[in-house]
T-cell receptor
Framework: GAGVSQSPSNKVTEKGKDVELRCDPISGHTALYWYRQRLGQGLEFLIYFQGNSAPDKSGLPSDRFSAERTGESVSTLTIQRTQQEDSAVYLC????????????FGEGSRLTVL | KNQVEQSPQSLIILEGKNCTLQ??????????LRWYKQDTGRGPVSLTI???SENTKSNGRYTATLDADTKQSSLHITASQLSDSASYIC???????????WGAGTKLIIKP
């Protein structure tokens, strides 16, 4: 596609439920990032994928969070047993490998946990 | 510790006026410095990217400057428009590192 696509754009769920967020990066972009942005705050790094290398998961806040990506394709971010503090916008970004490649963001998935 | 600090936190100016946003960083060495614009409810969009050897980069009414000696960058907006109302975020990439160090952003409001 022309840009980074994320779905769903909005998700309301009940505390304790699992949610899955999807990111479809720009074709040919080997690097993919997930960020979390709470209301009125800055971007918080969650996870980084680069091609077939082992992902950097150092930003995942707890073991309830996991993400997968197969090769250079779609990535999914899964949050198990959601808590109210998980409410945020989850942003995905992709770029070509290395250098000063521009980072392109999706419009985000807004998660509200009741 | 690698940090990016932005000032002011928020700024209100009248349409047509100019403004300058500041970014101070402690990341060293670094590969590049970026400025992003984030409209409310949208993903960030890149405005400028500067490598450590560049000291200015323009994109229309936006001009970014970089002083690698003092570890400061600024974003100057000329002849502001209502559509410039957004958060402006400074981001630094450490050398040989894919991680990006994000500032908290400056929230800019343009009033008619």
């Amino acid at each position: 596609g022309a840009g980074v696509s994320q779905s769903p754009s909005n998700k309301v769920t009940e505390k304790g439920k699992d949610v899955e967020l999807r990111c479809d990066p720009i074709s040919g972009h080997t690097a993919l990032y997930w960020y979390r942005q709470r209301l009125g705050q800055g971007l918080e790094f969650l996870i980084y994928f680069q091609g077939n290398s082992a992902p950097d998961k150092s930003g995942l806040p707890s073991d309830r969070f996991s993400a997968e990506r197969t090769g250079e394709s779609v990535s999914t971010l899964t949050i198990q047993r959601t808590q109210q503090e998980d409410s945020a916008v989850y942003l995905c970004a992709s770029r070509q490998e290395g250098g000063v490649g521009e980072l392109f963001f999706g419009e985000g998935s807004r998660l509200t946990v009741l | 510790k690698n940090q990016v600090e932005q000032s002011p936190q928020s700024l209100i100016i009248l349409e047509g006026k100019n403004c300058t946003l500041q970014c101070n960083y402690t990341v060293s060495p670094f590969s590049n410095l970026r400025w992003y614009k984030q409209d409310t409810g949208r993903g960030p969009v890149s405005l400028t990217i500067m490598t450590f050897s560049e000291n200015t980069k323009s994109n229309g009414r936006y001009t970014a400057t970089l002083d690698a000696d003092t570890k400061q960058s600024s974003l100057h907006i000329t002849a502001s428009q209502l559509s410039d109302s957004a958060s402006y975020i400074c981001v630094v990439t450490p050398h040989s590192n894919y991680q990006l160090i994000w500032g908290a952003g400056t929230k800019l409001i343009i009033k008619p």
